[in-house]
Structure formats: C-alpha cells, structure tokens
C-alpha cells in the first residue's frame, strides 16, 4: 500500500488531482484523513497535538501557533481573536488620527485665516475712520477761515480786503499739506504693512470727478439708460500692472488690500446715499476701471408651445432687457413668469420655440455666454455641509477667470459677504432639512450669492426675495445694485413686491396668463400707461398688486364697469403696433377685425382645419411619441457645445478636480460619525457571520461564509455608496448648468470614495477573518474583498445616478442578493451558467474558495478536485477573477458616469 502521505506526484505528468487509487474525497473516504487536533506522519501513526501548536484535518506534522495566539492541547485552530482586537484598535487608532488631524489643521487654518481677515478689516476701518476725522477736521479749518475772511473783510479797507482770498489759499494749501503729512506720520506703521497698491495720484485726481458725474446722473437719471459703472477705483489694473516683485504673496496683505478698497466703495457709497438704480452712466473717459462684457438680450414675437399638450407658455412676447438696469418680470400664476426666464437662459426644453433672440443684436447662443450667466434657482439649492464663505469660495475658484489675481479674488468674495450681509455667518453651516443651520433669509441670499461671487454680465433670477421679509428684500436688492453698477444685466422674476422694494426695479415685465406681454417698459412710466387705459391704483394699494389682482380677474376698474381683462394684452400690442394673434383679435375692442380663426387670404375657417377625433390608440401614440421627442430634446441638449464668446478662461479639468477634492474631503470629515456609524455596522456584520459560518466547513473550502460575506458587504457598500450621487445631485445640476466640469465632479467623488474602499475590507476582516480562521491568508482575503468593494461601489453610483433615492435603496438591497443566489446555481442549464458568468459575486467568490483552495495540498487532492470541478471553478483563474471584478469596477462607472451626463436637469 502506498504511503498515501509521502506519495509524489510524477514529475513528468500532470496530475493535478493525484495519483493513487486509493485517494478518495472527505465524504466518502473519512478514514484517510487525520482527524483534527492530531497530525500523521505516516498511514500507521497518529499522533496528538501539543500545546503551543495546531493540527488541522489532514495535518502530516503540528504547527506552531503565532506568538500573541493561544493554542490548548489537541487545538485543530489557533486562537487569532488577539489579532483582531489589536487590528481594530489600531484601525481606531488611525481612523481617530486622520480625522483629528485633518480637522485640527483645517480649523487651525481657518482659524489664522480669520485672525489675518479680522486684523486688516481692523486696521481698514481704523483708516477710514482715521481719513473721517482729517476731513472734518479739515471742513472746520475751512469754516474758522472763512469766518477770519469775514472778519477781515470788515476790519480792513477795500483796497486790504482783496488780499485774504489769497492768505486763505495759501492757508488751505499749507493746511492741507500738513494734514497729508500728519495722516500719512499716523499711519506709517500701517502703511509698512499695507499693499504696494496705493492709488497713483491721477487715481486721487479723479475720483472728486466721478463724484461729480454720479451726482448729474443723480439728478437726471432718466435721462440715461442701458448703462454701467465699475465703482472700483483704477488701483486694480495698477495692480496687475505691475511686476512680480511686487505682487501680494501673504495672507495678511491680501485681507488688507481687500478690506481697504470695501471701505473705499463704502465711503463713495455714503457720498452717495441717496443715488437711485435707475440711469447711472459708465465712466467711458476712466481707462483705469476694468468693466465687465455687456449683455443686452432682444426677443421678438417669442413663442413657447409645450409639445404634449400643444399648450402656449409663452406667447408674443416682445422686448429688450439691457445692461446696467434691473428688469422685474411680474404677473399671476401661470403666465409664464418662470418659463420665459427659462427661455433667456436657453433652459427651456420640451417646448417648441419660435420667434427670435438676439445678444447684442446677434443671432448668437446664450449657451456660448455661459460662463458669465449666472441663473439663480427658485430652490435655494447649496451645500448645507459647507459654511456659507466655503460656497462661495469653491464657485470663485471654479467660474472666475484664471487671469484673476487671488487678492483680487478675495475682494470679490469678501464684497459679496459684506454687501448681502452675511459677515455674522460667514463661518456657520449653511444647514439641511435634518441639520439646522443659518436662517432661511440668509440662505436665500447665499443662493443669489453663489451667482453674484462669479461676477457675471447677465444675472437672472428666479423669486429671490420669496419668503423674504421686507428688509431682507431690500438688503438683496441693494447688493444686485451694486451689480447693475458694474453693467450687469439683471432679470429677476418677483411675486408681489412691497412698493418700497417696486420703486428700486428700473424696468417692468407684466405677463398675463397664457404668457401674454401687457406691459413691458420702465417702472416710472406704468402708472402713466395704465392710468390711459382707466385702470388708476387706489390710495394706500401698492400697484404690482393692484395690476395683478385686475388680471387674476379679482379687481375691476371702477371707471370701467365692463373691462374685460383679457383686453390688456391686445391693448399692448395695438399700443406698441405689433400684429395682433387671429384668436385675440376678439378683445380689440372697437376695432374692426376679421371672425376668430379665419384666414384673411381666403377667408377658411381655421379653429375646425385639421381637427378630427383620434382613437384611443392614436392618442396613446401620439403621447408615445412627444415623450420620445423630449426625452431626445433633454439628451442634445445636455450635449449641446456652442462657441465660446466669452473671452473668460476658467480653471480645466486638473484644477477644478483639486477644488473638488477639496471640497469633498471638508464634506466627508464633518461627516465622521456617518462614516463611523457604517464601520460599526459593518464590524458587528462580520462578527455576526463570522461567527455563524463553520470553521470546519473543508469540504466547500469555505464557500457558505464566504457567499454570506458577498451578500452583506456588497449590500452595506452599496447603501453606503448611495449617499456619494444621490444626496447633491440637484447642487451638480446647477454646477454643470453653470460650466463646472462633470469629469472632475466625478473622478473628485470617486476619490475620496477610494478611502473607503481601502478602509472596508480591514474593518469586515479584522472580525471575519480571525473568528472563522480559513487557511487562505488574511492578504488573499483582503485582495478579493478590496475588489468587491470596488466593484459594488461602482454598481452602486449607477444605481443612485439612475434612480430615485428610495428606488435606489430597493435595488441595492436586492440586487446582491439575487447575483448571489444565481451565481452559486451550480447545477442549472447553461444559459443559467452563462448568466452566472456575468454576475459579479460569482467572480468574488471564485476568487475567495480559490485562495482557500489553494492551501490544501496532499491527501485533500482530490477532494480540492472534486469540489472546484462541481462549482466549475479552476485553480489557476484566481488572477482572472480579480481582473474582471475590476473591469465591472470600471465599466459601472463609466457607465454612471454616462448617465450623470444623460440624465442631469439643467
């Protein structure tokens, strides 16, 4: 009989199930295999383990336990539980580091970086104040001169009293010189400190200039229109001019430089406190004030249908916006308010369009101006995980211009703060609906904000001051004038304004419903058009609610007892000479017109042309039909490129990938006890299956416990993955509208995922592993499930791409399950098979009784044989399993990554 455990396999065959005949597997042949807890050297000696050593089934020697395990007499195990509970503390360990010490720093950071911005908003207010001073204490000097030229006038003779003038100019000049000189001796330590940015002199020459025209406009503002002013003084573009060594390195110059031209801007502000929003002239003749590009939008006879439903949104919509000015859009519900800014911002799709737009008098995309269109949402859609200066400031690193100096960049971010009046919570979370955050007011200007921080020539709005108080209102509406400054042009749509607020819009929109125009013009000449019409407001009615109160049908003029509000868009169109629609020409009142619906060449009746009743069938194609044609509508147009017109070069791809990651990163740290919160769940999972599953199971070399561990790793992945897509997605929707790059959002996300998928593997293994004790080593272990991870999370961000969030939850619960339950179906037909082959836990799981496989060698030949031949397995495909749960990996991402293309709401 052949020594069945010192038996060589020929070297010259390839025998790789054995060769003895009297080899038989575990089941059927017990009696050859060494019972566990003693090892045989030969076929006729068994001998017992000793203590400090273990002896698994079929053992030919003992072998030592490690150093930290315990092993008892006869122990077919070692004892790894040390291991385990040294892993997981180790595991805390690190997790509590990096988190701590990423926290530590980036508070620490911001912490020295709101010293710095304190210390030089200190130092620029104590400057105004100190300049406040000068010049009072100038104007009194002035005011004791003239008095002394009074006095000498009646003390002296005629001949003497020509004389003082003189004294008193020389007075002035030799005052003002000392006071030049005693401000400047005041401010020495400060000015060491300060910017190499300080005005020229042919700054200081014209800024008296400017105040000068500011006023003239003041007075006249009527008289002036589509226009802009950068109220900057030209120390910017000296700025840039001048050459690196001088440039603003530290974070302290920055601030200081900021905060130094906010309280310049607020001194001219306060010169100018009474200065309207109407008609403020550019200075053309300043070549040192850098302007933004103007946007002047013109429509004409738009037109919006919606296709399902051949229903008229917009209709005969006619007019012009212009830069410099601010255009309120009002009117009742349903007339089309939303949807015609929808149209300026070439967002309105599903609908079929006609008509004509013109920027700048051009027949030109407004998607090739998109990066300096900034489009507010009705929802207040920004991060409620990041505080109000971080939202702002990722939109100013990825939508501003590369050619913009970062000191630059800080005065636009801070002049934001300051103008909407958020300084108080620049540093608090914005909040969600579970996290309390800011105040609702506030949030709502942060949404404008996060438009007004990329310094755009077209803003449009849509309800900003919903659910605004009346002083909120007006805080946002003095901040969006101090863009219409600059020569941006704002469009914003509003639901009954207070009158105060009525007063500082420069040009109305009033749509009636059907998104018929009855007025569009300035706000100074509405009551004048109505009040010709017989429509006059009421003593203490405001008149945007008097107006849309008489198009809701509620109010009828007193004058007119037989007004028919229907009549007021024709009145328009006949009032301005526009063509007047065959179906309205019913309300011209005593004008004589042709029968509604009636061709004026032949005089055929159009209401009845083409109109027949269509079968059920019909109609349901024809709904088939328009729903095909929009979803391929909703697909070019995320596709769409236009031309860029711009003349802007915002970060590329590699850039905007870093502010991701950034901003990423801040997001998963305040989401630590989340993320601890999934560890815990997945370390009691596998103590839980570890437990359960049998350390003695050498027959399937593992195979129950490992298929336990694909279920509920790829399940608790996958839930977890969820949140990486499905939580922001209408945040990245507004970021791609806006020209963010898709590709850096995603590869960001991915990354920082990646942590995860690290991380996930230890925190399972590190109870599976050392309670179930396989013979595979906690590498092979680790490898396989890595892979897992990476795989599922791949599935899991096409899941949440493509689905609603509860939809999405459903599949990723499922979904393991049932790949599961079809990959371990070793006996069913071939197809059965091959639908297996694209599963991916068959794969894992190949891979994990692979590893095991492998460590059984000598008598468990043929049992090894037998048990990879019935699952279909083959020993040398562990390398091929890890590679294709990486390209599922791939593939379901590219594959997300497709969709989040497709399928985003711009």
Same mark, same amino acid.
């Given at each position: ?8 396999? =020929? $070297? ?141 006038? /009646? ?44 005005? =020229? ?127 309120? @859009?009002? &009117? ?66 990825? /939508? ?9 960049? @800080? ?75 600059? &020569? ?11 009158? $105060? ?16 125009? @009855? ?62 629609? =065959? ?67 915002? =970060? ?110 230890? @925190? ?88 095991? $496989? ?34 599922? &990996? ?17």
């Amino acid at each position: 009989m052949h020594d069945t455990y010192d038996y060589q396999i =020929p $070297a010259e065959r390839n025998h790789t199930c054995g060769g003895a005949n009297i080899w038989a597997d575990v089941a059927t042949g017990k009696e050859i295999f060494c019972s566990a807890g003693s090892y045989c050297p030969t076929t006729i000696q068994r001998n017992a383990c000793g203590s400090g050593h273990y002896c698994r089934m079929g053992s030919t020697s003992e072998k030592p336990c490690f150093k930290l395990a315990s092993c008892d007499a006869q122990a077919s195990h070692q004892n790894l539980r040390a291991y385990g509970v040294m892993l997981i503390a180790a595991l805390a360990t690190l997790l509590l580091i990096i988190y701590n010490c990423f926290d530590q720093v980036l508070s620490t950071r911001d912490r020295r970086l709101a010293k710095s911005r304190e210390a030089a908003a200190r130092s620029a207010r104590d400057r105004a104040e100190a300049r406040q001073r000068w010049k009072s204490a100038k104007d009194v000097a002035k005011k004791h001169a003239t008095g002394l030229q009074i006095q000498l006038s /009646r003390t002296f003779s005629r001949k003497k009293s020509v004389q003082p003038p003189e004294k008193l100019r020389i007075l002035d000049q030799a005052k003002s010189d000392i006071d030049e000189d005693l401000y400047l001796n005041s401010h020495s330590s400060s000015s060491n400190a300060t910017l190499p940015i300080s005005a =020229p002199s042919k700054g200081k020459k014209k800024e008296p200039d400017q105040m000068h025209k500011i006023y003239g406009i003041e007075n006249h503002h009527s008289n002036y229109e589509s226009v802009s002013l950068d109220i900057e003084d030209g120390k910017r573009k000296e700025h840039v001019s001048k050459g690196k060594d001088k440039e603003i390195t530290t974070d302290s110059q920055i601030f200081r430089y900021a905060y130094n031209q906010l309280e310049k801007e607020k001194a001219q502000q306060q010169k100018n406190k009474n200065l309207t929003f109407s008609g403020v002239i550019s200075m053309a003749t300043d070549t040192e004030v850098r302007k933004r590009p103007l946007i002047e939008i013109s429509f004409k006879d738009l037109t919006l249908t919606l296709k399902t439903k051949n229903k008229h949104l917009l209709r005969c919509v006619t007019g012009k916006i212009k830069p410099g000015r601010i255009t309120a @859009v009002m &009117g009742p519900s349903g007339a089309g308010k939303t949807t015609f800014l929808s149209a300026l911002a070439g967002k309105a799709i599903a609908c079929k369009s006609t008509g004509s737009i013109l920027i700048n008098d051009k027949h030109e995309s407004i998607h090739s101006y998109k990066k300096i269109i900034g489009f507010v949402p009705q929802d207040d859609i920004v991060h409620g995980d990041l505080t109000v200066e971080e939202n702002f400031w990722f939109h100013a690193h990825c /939508r501003l211009s590369t050619d913009l100096a970062k000191a630059d960049k @800080v005065l636009v971010v801070e002049r934001v703060i300051e103008c909407l009046g958020l300084q108080s919570v620049r540093d608090s979370l914005v909040g969600t609906v579970e996290k309390r955050g800011i105040s609702g007011g506030q949030r709502k200007r942060v949404n404008v904000g996060l438009e007004m921080v990329m310094e755009p020539s077209l803003l449009l709005l849509d309800e900003p001051t919903s659910g605004l108080d009346s002083a909120s209102s007006q805080l946002l509406l003095r901040a969006l004038r101090r863009e219409a400054l600059e &020569g941006v042009n704002i469009c914003m749509v509003v639901h009954q304004p207070s009158y $105060a607020l009525f007063r500082m819009f420069d040009d109305l929109v009033l749509l009636a419903k059907g998104g018929l125009t @009855v007025y569009h013009g300035s706000v100074k000449t509405v009551e004048e058009y109505f009040s010709n019409l017989g429509i006059k407001v009421p003593e203490r009615v405001n008149p945007p609610d008097h107006y849309i109160d008489i198009l809701e049908g509620i109010v009828v003029p007193s004058a007119s007892p037989n007004f028919n509000y229907k009549e007021l868009p024709v009145r328009w169109m006949l009032h301005n000479g526009y063509q007047v629609p =065959p179906d309205l020409r019913q309300y011209a009142g005593g004008v004589v017109m042709p029968p509604m619906g009636m061709n004026l060449a032949n005089g055929e009746n159009l209401s009845d042309a083409g109109i027949e009743d269509r079968s059920f069938v019909g109609e349901l194609w024809q709904d088939v039909k328009s729903n095909v044609e929009i979803h391929h509508d909703k697909i070019r147009f995320n596709f769409l490129t236009s031309k860029d017109l711009s003349n802007r070069r915002t =970060p590329g791809l590699f850039q905007q990938y870093r502010y991701f990651l950034g901003r990423v990163s801040k997001q998963r740290l305040r989401e630590a006890k989340l993320q601890a919160v999934d560890y815990l769940i997945l370390l009691l999972a596998g103590a839980c299956l570890g437990s359960l599953s049998k350390a003695s199971d050498d027959q399937n070399f593992g195979a129950a416990g490992y298929s336990y561990t694909i279920i509920a790793v790829s399940l608790l992945c996958n839930i977890a993955a969820l949140r990486t897509f499905s939580l922001d997605k209408l945040q990245y929707w507004r970021e791609s509208a806006a020209g963010v790059s898709s590709s850096a959002y995603f590869l960001a996300k991915d990354t920082i995922d990646h942590f995860n998928t690290v991380i996930k593997p230890v @925190v399972y293994l590190s109870m599976f592993y050392f309670l179930t004790n396989p013979r595979s080593s906690f590498a092979d272990n680790y490898i396989v499930l890595l892979c897992l991870v990476y795989c599922s999370t791949g599935i899991a961000y096409a899941l949440a791409i493509f689905f609603q969030p509860g939809s999405a939850q459903l599949w990723s619960v499922l979904l393991p399950v049932v790949l599961t339950l079809v990959a371990t179906r070793t006996n069913g037909s071939q197809a059965l098979k091959d639908i297996a082959n694209l599963c991916y836990p068959k794969w894992a799981l190949e891979a994990f009784v692979i590893a095991n $496989a492998e460590r059984y060698s000598g008598v468990w030949l043929i049992t090894r044989c037998g048990a990879l031949l019935k699952s279909g397995y083959n020993l040398n495909e562990w390398i091929l399993c890890i590679v294709i749960l990486l390209i599922i &990996g791939v593939v379901s991402r590219a594959i997300a990554f497709i969709g989040m293309l497709i399928f985003q709401k711009k």
